[in-house]
């Protein structure tokens, strides 16, 4: 069984700032990782994932995500937010247990992410 | 553009009505998956194919029927549906090797009235 859990449904930071969104999962065997953001009126893109290798994951528009097992976290963070980073951010957690394990995603509840300028 | 197409982006439809959702992906994959994404709720996963063949019923009302005719087409047939099915609901595609990526579409906003 696999769940995700998002700390915090919004979050507000200024132009510029830090951003942080914060998840962690809990999975019974090891953690396909994503994290996807949704702006108004449109799908899920993709920001990031991790699946093997450095834990460390750089993905796009200046945001990277770091597993770190230990911990049961894949927090999200970007050195300086800016005005059109403003969506909502979902962490979700797949299996790598193969067979039919693929496509099936337990996703957070969102975090809903406001830069004020 | 992701690559998967979904279509009307908007329904409103009566309760008695029958009504379907279409998707389309053109990246070659084999897996396509229904999403329901509701307010305040965690997106759940509602069917997945694998090659046209269906691999996951999550627990989800016969009111909603998918039919995948190939792996590049998959519809949602919706029929006698309730006020709390209003959601959008998201199609996605992926190839079925582990880890790989999910490619979600825009995502078909339904209102039952």
């Known amino acids: 069984a696999q769940s995700v859990t998002q700390l915090g449904s919004h979050v507000s930071v200024s132009e510029g700032a830090l951003v942080l969104l914060r998840c962690n999962y809990s999975?019974?065997?090891?953690?396909?990782l994503f994290w996807y953001v949704q702006y108004p009126n449109q799908g899920l893109q993709l920001l990031l994932k991790?699946?093997?290798?450095?834990?460390l994951v750089k993905g796009i528009n200046g945001f990277e995500a770091e597993f770190k097992k230990s911990e049961t976290s894949f927090h999200l963070t970007k050195p300086s937010a800016h005005m059109s980073d403003a969506a909502e951010y979902f962490c979700?957690?797949?299996?790598?247990?193969?067979?039919?394990?693929?496509?099936?995603?337990?996703f957070g509840q969102g975090t809903i992410l406001t830069v004020h300028p | 553009e992701t690559g998967v197409t979904q279509t009307p982006r908007h329904l409103v439809m009566g309760m008695t009505n029958k009504k379907s959702l279409k998707c389309e992906q053109h990246?070659?994959?084999?897996?396509m998956y229904w999403y329901k994404q509701s307010a305040k709720k965690p997106l759940e996963l509602m069917f997945v194919?694998?090659?046209?063949?269906?691999?996951e019923n999550n627990s989800v009302p016969s009111r909603f029927s998918p039919e995948c005719p190939n792996s590049s087409h998959l519809f949602l047939h919706l029929h006698t549906l309730q006020p709390e099915d209003s959601a959008l609901y998201l199609c996605?595609?992926?190839?079925?090797?582990?880890?790989?990526?999910?490619?979600f579409g825009e995502g078909s906003w339904l209102t039952v009235v």
């Open positions: 996605a595609s992926s190839r079925t090797d582990s880890g790989n990526t999910i490619y």
């Open positions: 999975s019974s065997v090891p953690p396909y």
């Open positions: 991790y699946t093997t290798g450095a834990t």
């Open positions: 979700a957690v797949g299996s790598n247990a193969g067979g039919t394990s693929y496509g099936k995603l337990t």
């Open positions: 990246l070659g994959h084999n897996a």
């Open positions: 194919y694998n090659f046209k063949e269906q691999t």
